[in-house]
């Protein structure tokens, strides 16, 4: 289930960014409308993240310091490496960044702080790293977020609250920060850590199917109703990004369990990360073959992405995560 969604999250990011990267060169209108529409998969993402996290680690002690410790270097090793070689290469050929702003921008995605600062927002790679910033905050606070909760009802009550506030100062503001906010995000975190201790209910349900292909449609007629505006209505993505969550939690479909969805969540990390490749060999050839469709051209990157991302897996995640793992599990206190 996680590894179809993992994969889902990051193609659909993918395909709002190619198509922001070709915007001009694409005259379909549904395509566009559908095409901007896919950030909201965004929230999808983060909402996914608090329920995985919960799920691995719902019963873990945090209130042990070196069990605190372990999490947190398990989950920069998880994220780290790869992100670490892309940033490198990012900073050694990208040649669009301002040359009074490279050093701040380097050192804030370098740190993965890019987030708490709204001037680097839309210049770092892909233009989504922001994400991972938000992603290791929200690490940060994940082991409290548990031990604090008593009750996982009051994360609901937060969650619809606090995306209710969003929604609301994103239609008298419009401002994209609102939507790369590391706090704000909470509201998508914690409603994924909240539905997680409610997936039973919802697994009884007598009509879930009914529920799962609503939420799933919903989702997407979003998609094409609210364009890049969905902020305006995350009160009601975070819940139903939730309910599809769960619901796929209990789904025996193999259309979200075979070795091909498997797969493409293996490598969907470094997918969401090598985009600026992709992109950059997808600009190449519409320079040199101006005839080229729209749709051919997003197969091409998407092939070229998924080809290199199938390389940065096996060669540098999945090593590295193993390395870092075994150094991990040797790990021990000094008293």
Not at 239 to 263: D, H, Q
């Amino acid at each position: 289930m996680s590894q179809y969604l993992r994969f889902l999250t990051a193609l659909a990011i993918f395909g709002y960014h190619t198509l922001s990267s070709f915007l001009n060169y694409n005259h379909n209108i549904i395509i566009i409308d559908f095409g901007k529409g896919l950030a909201i998969f965004m929230t999808g993402f983060f909402v996914l993240s608090g329920f995985i996290l919960c799920h691995v680690y719902h019963n873990y002690n945090f209130s042990n310091r070196q069990n605190l410790v372990i999490f947190y270097l398990k989950r920069l090793s998880r994220i780290y490496p790869v992100y670490a070689v892309v940033t490198v290469i990012y900073f050694a050929f990208a040649i669009k960044i301002p040359g009074d702003k490279l050093f701040q921008i380097f050192i804030t995605d370098f740190f993965m702080l890019q987030s708490f600062f709204e001037d680097t927002l839309s210049i770092g790679i892909n233009n989504t790293t922001w994400s991972l910033s938000v992603e290791m905050f929200l690490y940060l606070l994940f082991p409290f977020i548990l031990i604090l909760t008593k009750n996982p009802k009051y994360l609901f009550i937060f969650s619809l609250i606090f995306s209710f506030i969003i929604s609301y100062n994103f239609i008298l503001d419009e401002n994209r920060y609102i939507y790369a906010n590391p706090l704000n995000r909470l509201a998508d975190f914690t409603f994924g850590i909240g539905i997680y201790f409610f997936k039973e209910k919802i697994g009884k349900l007598k009509y879930r199917n009914l529920l799962h292909i609503s939420s799933v449609l919903m989702i997407f007629i979003i998609c094409f109703i609210v364009k890049e505006k969905h902020m305006a209505f995350q009160f009601i993505v975070i819940p139903l990004f939730g309910i599809w969550i769960a619901c796929c939690y209990y789904s025996k479909s193999i259309f979200y369990n075979n070795e091909i969805t498997n797969y493409l969540g293996k490598i969907s990390y470094s997918f969401y990360l090598w985009q600026f490749i992709s992109l950059a060999i997808g600009n190449i050839i519409k320079n040199s073959y101006g005839n080229i469709s729209f749709i051919i051209l997003f197969i091409i990157i998407l092939l070229t992405n998924i080809l290199i991302s199938s390389y940065s897996y096996y060669l540098i995640e999945f090593k590295s995560r193993n390395f870092f793992n075994k150094k991990i599990n040797q790990f021990k206190f000094v008293k």
